[in-house]
């Protein structure tokens, strides 16, 4: 198994370009998560999906869009570029009770280094 | 809302023990989890504690105490190997078993 595998691992954009970031997953997990990493803040949840077809909001929504066409597959769209948008996004999967042995897990993918001049 | 504070650095020698701090403040939760990630690399998890008390697994001991507001990460026989962040994360009351994360802590081991 790849696990989840994220594309590009690297992409530098001008202000007010567009990108997809792609997530895939081969552990059959319903639920996906988009997440952004910026220095001395920890990661934040930027969208998620519960299941193929249905997408939520998380606490940094702004400035984004996901769609979830297939169950393995949980896309990060950025339509209008801007340097806040500077930084590490990772994607992440689980199970619906996430449980592994008991315990709630979610595993990520490498990250997608994004630098937007 | 969800917010959970770390010291943002600590320093131990090869061979000690280190605890990391994890203070949060929620509106509910289940359980508390802690990440660990390398420079450049992904988060990759380490422990969770539904309940309160200790949970082990070899050399990584995590704790909650929910009457505190408090958890901590205990690592033993330190290794250089261990100098990495780590993240305390709460997993979110309500749909999508969302986390919400600390800002983290960089550990580094000295020899």
């Known amino acids: 198994n790849a696990g989840v595998t994220q594309t590009p691992k690297f992409r530098v954009l001008k202000t007010g370009q567009s990108m997809t970031l792609l997530c895939a997953q081969d552990m059959n997990h319903e639920y996906m998560y988009w997440y952004r990493q910026d220095p001395g803040m920890g990661l934040r949840l930027i969208h998620y999906s519960v299941g193929e077809g249905t997408t939520a909001k998380g606490e940094v929504p702004d400035g984004y869009n996901v769609s979830r066409l297939k169950k393995q597959n949980f896309l990060l769209g950025l339509e209008s570029a801007a340097p806040s948008q500077t930084s590490v996004y990772f994607c992440?999967?689980?199970?619906?009770?996430?449980?592994?042995?008991?315990?709630?897990?979610?595993?990520f993918g490498p990250g997608t280094r994004l630098t937007v001049l | 809302g969800q917010s959970l504070e770390q010291p943002s650095e600590v320093t131990a020698v090869e061979g000690a023990i280190v605890q990391i701090n994890c203070t949060y403040q929620?509106?509910?939760?289940?359980?508390l989890s802690w990440y660990q990630q390398h420079d450049g690399g992904a988060p990759t998890f380490l422990s969770y504690n539904a309940l309160d008390g200790l949970e082990e697994t070899g050399r990584f001991s995590s704790f909650l105490s929910r009457s505190d507001s408090y958890g901590y990460l205990l690592l033993q026989e330190l290794q250089m190997k261990d100098s990495a962040s780590y993240f305390c994360a709460v997993r979110d009351i309500g749909g999508g078993n969302k986390l919400t994360f600390g800002t983290g802590t960089q550990l580094k081991v000295e020899l």
């Open positions: 929620t509106s509910g939760f289940y359980g």
């Open positions: 992440a999967s689980s199970t619906p009770d996430g449980t592994s042995g008991g315990r709630y897990t979610q595993y």
